[in-house]
């Protein structure tokens, strides 16, 4: 079965790191563009970070020099390493995937979504 697993998230205090894991397995993983999404309390999910089958990145300017997306293709996982992180960015993350070469800002180009990943920053 097709899936994305996700792990890394957790507490972290205002101004601290975290970095996410995305896995996928059952399908192949260096045809698809890879993105991670967020989701706060209250709020519609939002676009954080997105990769290219060739590496090239795009992001929200809300994370542009706090967070880095990444991939291996020889572990099929994708990577958001998150600094200085605000309470603000409280949420659950999800990663998903498309088969495309080139990546997305709008949730409705994926078509396979991990189960989300909550990352708490106290106030």
């Known amino acids: 079965q097709v899936q994305l697993d996700e792990s890394g998230g957790g507490l972290v205090q205002a101004g601290g790191s975290l970095k996410l894991s995305c896995a996928a397995s059952?399908?192949?993983?260096?045809?698809?563009?890879m993105g991670w999404f967020r989701q706060a309390p209250g709020k519609e999910r939002e676009f954080v970070a997105a990769?290219?089958?060739?590496?090239?990145?795009f992001y929200a300017d809300s994370v542009k020099g706090r967070f880095t997306i990444s991939r291996d293709n020889a572990k099929n996982t994708v990577y958001l390493q998150m600094n200085s992180l605000k309470p603000e960015e409280t949420a659950v993350y999800y990663c998903?995937?498309?088969?495309?070469?080139?990546?997305?800002?709008?949730?409705?180009?994926?078509?396979?979504w991990g189960q989300g990943n909550q990352v708490t920053v106290p106030s």
């Open positions: 059952g399908r192949s993983f260096g045809n698809s563009a």
């Open positions: 998903a995937a498309r088969r495309r070469v080139l990546y997305a800002q709008s949730e409705a180009e994926y078509d396979l």
């Open positions: 990769i290219s089958i060739l590496r090239s990145t």
